[in-house]
C-alpha cells in the first residue's frame, strides 16, 4: 500500500495580500492573487522524529540517538561509518570463502611485477619500449615528456600496476550485495587517486623540478593559497575571484522583473527583444540545488538571452535559498507553491495560451512530476515538456547511488535533523569525490603544490555561490526517489492518488550529456521506457552543467538526436545512440527549431510585463533578491 498523508491545508484559500506568511512565521513579500487556482498536495510521508506512538521518555531517548549520530555525521561529513564498513566486511568476508579468486588474484599480482620487471629491464636500453599499463580513458595525471623519463616512467608504470590489480580484486564476489562491492570499487579508487606519485612532491617529475627551478616559491605561493582558502572556508566568504564575476553585474545580467514573489520562490519574466513573439511562453523551472543563473550566465552563453531573442516570452523559477527555518519544506511544496504556482501566473500574466515547461536536473525531475499530475486530472495547459539532464527512473543514477541506502539516508536526515538544512559545502563535498582525481587532487596539486590559482570563469563562480536543501524535502526525496524508485514502479501519490508518466501526452524533448556524473545520460534516457508520447531525445557531449551550457559557436560541441512516435518500439540506450544521427555545433538551436513546431499559435505582441488586474505588479529588476540570499 503506498504511504501517503493528509493533504497539506497551508495557505489554502489564503486572500490576496501584499506579504505571505508561511507555516514557520517568517513573512516574505509576494502575493497571492485573488481567482488563481489552489493546489493543495500531498507529500511522502516519513517517520518524524519522536513518532506519535512514543512516550514521553522514548521521544527525549530518541532525540538524544540522533543527535549523537547527528555529531558523527558532521564529524564524517556526513558519510555512515556503517554504510562504508559493513561494504569492507562483505567483501572480504565473502573474498575469504573464496579460494579460487585468492589465487586469482595472487596470479595477476604475480603477472603485473613481472611484466613492470620486464618493462623496466628493456626500457634501460631502449627507449621505444611499450609501456604494459595505460592509464584509463580521461585520466591525464602521467602525460607529458617529463613522465617517460627515467625513473618517472617506472614509478608510473608501477601505480598502474597497482591500480588495475586492485580494479580486479574489488570485483564482486559471488554472495556479496552489488552495491557493496561497488561501495568497495569507488573507496578503493578514492584511496588510489590519493596516494597517485602525482600527489607527491618528490615522485612528480613536473612538480619536483618546478620547486628546483624556483628555489621551493611555488611552495611559498601555494602555502599562501591554502590559508587563504582555509579563512574563506572558516568564515564563509566566496573566493576573492569571484568577484570578477558579479551577479547583476556580470552574470544573470538579462533584464526582466520579478512579477511575483511566495515564500519559496520568485517569478521573473524577462523583456522582449523582438517586435513580436510566440503566443506560447516558456516557463524554466531550474533546480533548488542550484542558483537558477546556470542558465543566465554572461550575454554570450546565456540560455535565457538566446530563446529570448528567437522571439519567446520566458519565465524563470528563482528558488530560495533555505534556512533551517525552513527545515518543514516538503517536496510536493516545491509542485504546489513552486512549479504550480509559477504556471497560475504565467497564465494570468499571458491568459488563453499553452505554455512551453522546460526543466532543469531536479527541476526537471519536478516538471516531469506536475506534468504527469496535470494530465491525471486532465489539465491541460502545457504545450510542451522539456527535461534538461532530468532523471525520472532513478535505478541506474549512477555512482550517486553509491551513497545512498538506509543506513546512509538515515544518517544523512539525522545531520540533517540537528541542523535544519543539507549545508552546501556537505552536498559540494559529495559531488567533488566522484570526480575526486580532477576536482580534488588535482586542485590540490596546481594550486597548493605548484602555487598556480586556477582562472576563474563564469561557471565556476556560479558553482561557488551554492544553495542548501531544506532538511524534510530532501529526506523525502533520496527516500521516495533515490532508494525506493516511486515514480517509474508506480507507486508515487500525488494528492493521494498515484501518478504515472505514461498519462503524459504534450511532446517532450529530452536532453542528456554524455559525461554526467550526476544524472547519467542512460538513466535519463530511461524516461522514454515509461512513456508512450512523442519523445525527441538530444545527447550531447560535455557533463551536467557544461553540456547544457552549450551556446552556438562552443568549441569542440557535437550531439546526436532522434524522434521517438507513439507505438514506435523501444531501442535501448547503446542501440539508440548507434543509430542516432550525429551533429557538430550546439545543441540549442534544435531545440528553437522544435519549440517552433510545437508552437500552433501565429507570433503576436510581446505581453506586458506582468499583470497588474491580478495583483501582479512589476517588483524588483531581475535578478531579483533571492539570488542574494547566503
Known amino acids: 500500500m503506498d504511504e501517503v498523508v493528509e493533504p497539506s491545508s497551508k495557505n489554502a484559500g489564503a486572500p490576496a495580500q501584499n506579504s505571505v506568511e508561511n507555516d514557520t512565521g517568517r513573512k516574505t513579500a509576494g502575493s497571492n492573487p485573488k481567482g488563481a487556482a489552489n493546489h493543495q498536495g500531498t507529500a511522502l510521508h516519513f517517520p518524524p522524529p519522536g513518532d506519535g506512538q512514543q512516550t514521553h521518555h522514548q521521544r527525549h531517548f530518541d532525540s538524544l540517538n540522533r543527535g549523537m549520530r547527528a555529531?558523527?555525521?558532521?564529524?564524517?561529513?556526513?558519510?555512515?561509518?556503517?554504510?562504508?564498513a559493513s561494504a569492507w566486511i562483505d567483501w572480504a568476508?565473502?573474498?575469504g570463502r573464496a579460494p579460487g579468486r585468492q589465487f586469482e588474484l595472487a596470479f595477476a599480482a604475480w603477472t603485473n611485477a613481472a611484466k613492470v620487471a620486464r618493462f623496466a629491464t628493456k626500457r634501460i636500453t631502449n627507449e621505444n619500449t611499450p609501456a604494459p599499463f595505460e592509464p584509463r580513458d580521461g585520466d591525464r595525471r602521467f602525460q607529458g615528456d617529463e613522465w617517460q623519463s627515467l625513473p618517472y616512467v617506472f614509478i608510473a608504470q608501477n601505480f598502474l600496476a597497482v591500480e588495475d590489480w586492485w580494479g580486479l580484486a574489488t570485483e564482486e564476489v559471488r554472495g556479496m550485495s552489488s552495491i557493496h562491492a561497488e561501495r568497495v570499487s569507488f573507496l578503493t579508487r578514492q584511496i588510489l587517486d590519493a596516494a597517485s606519485p602525482s600527489n607527491n612532491l618528490l615522485l612528480n617529475p613536473k612538480l619536483f623540478r618546478k620547486t628546483v627551478a624556483e628555489g621551493g616559491q611555488n611552495l611559498f605561493r601555494g602555502g599562501s593559497n591554502f590559508l587563504e582558502d582555509l579563512g574563506r572556508e572558516i568564515t564563509g566568504e566566496l573566493p576573492e575571484s569571484t568577484q570578477h564575476f558579479a551577479v547583476g553585474k556580470d552574470l544573470a545580467v538579462t533584464p526582466g522583473r520579478v512579477v511575483y514573489r511566495n515564500e519559496l520562490f520568485e517569478l521573473i519574466q524577462y523583456e522582449p527583444t523582438t517586435a513580436t513573439v510566440r503566443a506560447e511562453p516558456v516557463?524554466?523551472?531550474?533546480?533548488?540545488?542550484?542558483?537558477?543563473?546556470?542558465?543566465?550566465?554572461?550575454?554570450?552563453?546565456s540560455l535565457v538571452r538566446h530563446l529570448i531573442e528567437e522571439g519567446y516570452t520566458v519565465f524563470m523559477i528563482s528558488w530560495i535559498n533555505p534556512t533551517a527555518e525552513d527545515r518543514d519544506l516538503e517536496l510536493d511544496d516545491y509542485r504546489t507553491k513552486g512549479v504550480m504556482a509559477a504556471l497560475d501566473r504565467v497564465n494570468q500574466i499571458v491568459p488563453d495560451q499553452k505554455v512551453h515547461l522546460t526543466g532543469y536536473c531536479l527541476g526537471g525531475t519536478m516538471s516531469a512530476i506536475s506534468a504527469a499530475t496535470m494530465a491525471r486530472d486532465n489539465d491541460e495547459r502545457l504545450a510542451s515538456l522539456t527535461l534538461l539532464a532530468a532523471q525520472t527512473d532513478f535505478s541506474e543514477a549512477g555512482e550517486l547511488m553509491l551513497f545512498v541506502d538506509d543506513s546512509q539516508v538515515a544518517f544523512l536526515e539525522d545531520m540533517m535533523w540537528d541542523q535544519g538544512y543539507l549545508d552546501s559545502n556537505q552536498m559540494a563535498g559529495a559531488f567533488r569525490i566522484l570526480r575526486s582525481k580532477d576536482l580534488v587532487w588535482s586542485k590540490i596539486t596546481r594550486e597548493y603544490l605548484q602555487g598556480e590559482r586556477d582562472e576563474m570563469f563564469a561557471m565556476r563562480a556560479w558553482n561557488e555561490d551554492p544553495t542548501r536543501m531544506p532538511y524534510r524535502m530532501h529526506s523525502q526525496y533520496l527516500r521516495g526517489l533515490f532508494l525506493e524508485n516511486r515514480i517509474t514502479a508506480g507507486r508515487f501519490a500525488v494528492e493521494g492518488r498515484v501518478i504515472a508518466l505514461k498519462d503524459i501526452e504534450v511532446p517532450t524533448l529530452i536532453i542528456g550529456t554524455e559525461t554526467?556524473?550526476?544524472?547519467?545520460w542512460r538513466s535519463v534516457y530511461k524516461t522514454t521506457l515509461f512513456t508512450d508520447n512523442e519523445i525527441t531525445f538530444v545527447l550531447t557531449t560535455g557533463g551536467h552543467n557544461a553540456g547544457i551550457v552549450s551556446e552556438p559557436g562552443h568549441p569542440r560541441r557535437r550531439f546526436r538526436v532522434s524522434t521517438r512516435y507513439p507505438g514506435d518500439r523501444y531501442l535501448d540506450p547503446d542501440s539508440w545512440a548507434a543509430q542516432a544521427e550525429c551533429r557538430e555545433g550546439s545543441w540549442w538551436p534544435v531545440w528553437w527549431q522544435w519549440l517552433e513546431e510545437k508552437s500552433v499559435s501565429k507570433k503576436v505582441k510581446p505581453p506586458k510585463m506582468g499583470a497588474p488586474e491580478h495583483g501582479l505588479l512589476p517588483l524588483e529588476p531581475a535578478p531579483g533578491t533571492y539570488i542574494f540570499q547566503r
Open 516 to 520: 554526467d556524473h550526476i544524472a547519467p
Open 283 to 301: 516557463l524554466i523551472v531550474p533546480a533548488w540545488i542550484m542558483k537558477y543563473y546556470i542558465l543566465d550566465l554572461t550575454p554570450e552563453n
Open 93 to 95: 568476508s565473502h573474498l
Open 71 to 84: 555529531a558523527i555525521a558532521h564529524a564524517t561529513g556526513g558519510i555512515s561509518p556503517h554504510a562504508v
